[in-house]
């Protein structure tokens, strides 16, 4: 049995969650409603204040289908209850972001400003000119959308200028050593 997938989902107070025809579980929360549709073999009960899930047999799809399952609804409950954020740092001489309106404007060294809408559910924040914030209730959008940030001038190896997550590790090259050895004859 998976060990991930084996696991009871504990539900947060003020948290319903409906499993509804063809495995459709909608998940209302404080902070928003989410909706997926799950596979079919899947079993997902609801029961005492926790959500179970169990696989039909122990085939290599059903154990790979159980631990995501039960994952993918773990990560639904803390959506809407506490919500899911990325931070995000520029680094570069006169590189900034700045919030307008709902959207982000990033000067990173392009002849032009590139401005980022926010998808739906997804809200930005920003905090001095050097780091921004996503933040949203659905685990997948947050992540997607910081890493489209990310893509608009990613960090690069030399001196670590781009836009790179908070706790990313950015691992620097040595630049040109010039001569070495001394003079040559």
Not at 12 to 21: D, H, M, S
Not at 85 to 109: D, H, P, W
Not at 145 to 173: F, L, M, S
Request: aromatic letters at 4%.
């Amino acid at each position: 049995m998976s060990r991930i997938g084996k696991k009871p989902i504990p539900m947060a107070k003020g948290v319903t969650v409906e499993i509804g025809q063809g495995n459709v579980v909608t998940v209302k929360g404080p902070k928003g409603t989410l909706q997926r549709q799950f596979s079919p073999d899947i079993t997902i009960a609801q029961q005492d204040g926790t959500l179970s899930v169990t696989r039909p047999d122990d085939s290599q799809t059903h154990k790979a289908m159980h631990g995501l399952t039960r994952t993918l609804l773990a990560n639904m409950v803390t959506g809407v209850t506490t919500g899911f954020t990325k931070s995000l740092e520029i680094s570069g001489t006169g590189y900034r972001v700045a919030k307008v309106g709902t959207n982000l404007v990033f000067q990173v060294g392009y002849s032009h400003p590139v401005q980022v809408d926010p998808p739906a559910g997804i809200e930005f924040a920003v905090d001095g000119v050097t780091k921004c914030t996503v933040s949203g209730i659905d685990k997948y959008m947050v992540g997607q959308v910081a890493a489209q940030i990310r893509d608009i001038r990613k960090p690069e190896p030399y001196k670590g200028k781009g836009i790179k997550y908070a706790n990313e590790v950015i691992r620097r090259k040595a630049g040109k050593a010039g001569k070495v050895g001394g003079k040559k004859k």
